[in-house]
Nanobody
Framework: EVQLVESGGGLVQTGGSLRLSCAASGFTFDAFAIGWFRRAPGKEREGVSCISSSDGDSSYADSVKGRFTISRDNAKNTVTLLMNNLKPEDTAVYYC????????????????????????WGQGTQVTVSA
């Protein structure tokens, strides 16, 4: 059974940092891209960052470039999202998801990470940034 479990969310002040982790099991981890999405209250789910299966190739939404860093450890089946200089607009539930292919490029549609290109999702972890 494919499982993705997020952890590391919480409450932080503006300018603070959080490290989210995604622990995966039940599939050949190093064969798939992994993405992070978020859903803020009243908004659609949006792609935040993606990392390809084995060469570390990654991509970021413009809103988080320079502040967030994605990485993966294929030996431990984990993906980490380090979030620095957090802003109130980063408040959301954050989800990790498995891409349908090995490359992040296979999960894009019209220049954005497409939710339909991810087939398994975690339950999400809440991130709240206070002003």
């Amino acid at each position: 059974e494919v499982q993705l479990v997020e952890s590391g969310g919480g409450l932080v002040q503006t300018g603070g940092s959080l490290r989210l982790s995604c622990a995966a099991s039940g599939f050949t981890f190093d064969a798939f891209a992994i993405g992070w999405f978020r859903r803020a209250p009243g908004k659609e789910r949006e792609g935040v960052s993606c990392i390809s299966s084995s060469d570390g190739d990654s991509s970021y939404a413009d809103s988080v470039k320079g502040r967030f860093t994605i990485s993966r450890d294929n030996a431990k089946n984990t993906v980490t999202l380090l979030m620095n200089n957090l802003k109130p607009e980063d408040t959301a539930v954050y989800y990790c998801a498995r891409g349908v292919g090995a490359r992040c490029s296979s999960t894009y549609y019209r220049g954005r990470m497409a939710t339909v290109k991810y087939d398994y999702w975690g339950q999400g972890t809440q991130v709240t940034v206070s002003a």
